[in-house]
């Protein structure tokens, strides 16, 4: 049982980010990642049990277990986020340019981004060659 007011509003802003993540899944554009992040440093701190709830729910759970256990990130599924992460961002900088909401500021930025998280694909945990 949550006794504390801060453990109550940080259990809530983790529900919130779970909420946040469940959105970014099926919305290109919005981050799951960095809210499951959130919502599991948020639960560690307010609820241990919404955290352990969390790494074991059937959507969210397979995005956590890399980050929270000791496997490291199979390369299939590093491929696969590759692939996905580009596809987005290729998506996003077209549609933009159709439109001509598009900056040259912006095409680095979101670039940019795309280059940071591929850097944090590529060399997070990664598996050991035999």
Known sequence: MIRSPRRVALAGLGIVCVGLAGVGVVVPGIPTTIFLIAASYLFTRSCPW???KLVRSRPFGPYLRYLDGDQPMPRRARVSALLMMWT???TSL???WARALLSPTGAAVIVASACCGTAMIVLYRRERAS
Do not use: N, R, Y
């Open 50 to 52: 919404l955290e352990e």
């Open 88 to 90: 987005a961002v290729a």
């Open 94 to 96: 077209v549609w933009l």
